[in-house]
C-alpha cells in the first residue's frame, strides 16, 4: 500500500513539530523547508491537522505552528485512516472510475480488508513514540533553530 502524499506530508509535519524544542512555534515557510514539500501543500496538510486538533496555530508576529498534546498522543492508524479516508486503491473505487469486472467483483473488498489490516498495524503506534529529536535535529538547524534538549545539555533556543 502506497500512502498518499497529503498522508505522507502530514506525517513528516508531525514529527518535525512534534521534535522542535518544547514552546517553539514553526512558521509554515519553515515547516515546509524543513519538510521538503511544497509551501502550498504544507499550509493546505497544517489547515487540516489544525482542526483535527493536532496542530495549534495563531498568526501575527510572534504566531507559528506547533503540535499539541492530542497531536502527540495521536494514534498513526487512526490519523492515516482519517486522512487516506477516500483514496482509492483501483479505479473502480475512484469516483467515475470503471471496470468490466464490476459486478460482483471481489477484490475491492479484500483489497479494503487488507488497508484495514495495515491501518490497524499502526493503530497503536503514536506520534510521540516516532518523533526523534536526533533525526530532525539537523532539519531544526537548517531552519534556524537549535536541536531540542538532550538530557544533560543546556535549554535549546532559537539560532541568533
Known sequence: MRLTAFSDIALRVLLLTGAAPE???LTTRAIAEGVGAPYHHVTKTVGRLSGLGLLASSR???GGVSITPAGLD???GALLR???????MVECEAPGGSCPLDRSCRLRRVLADAREAFFRELDDVRVRELVSGRQAGPVLVSIGLRPPEQPGSTAAAPIP
Open 60 to 62: 501575527g508576529r510572534a
Open 82 to 88: 482519517e486522512l487516506e479516508a477516500g483514496s482509492a
Open 74 to 76: 495521536a494514534s498513526v
Open 23 to 25: 514552546g517553539e512555534k
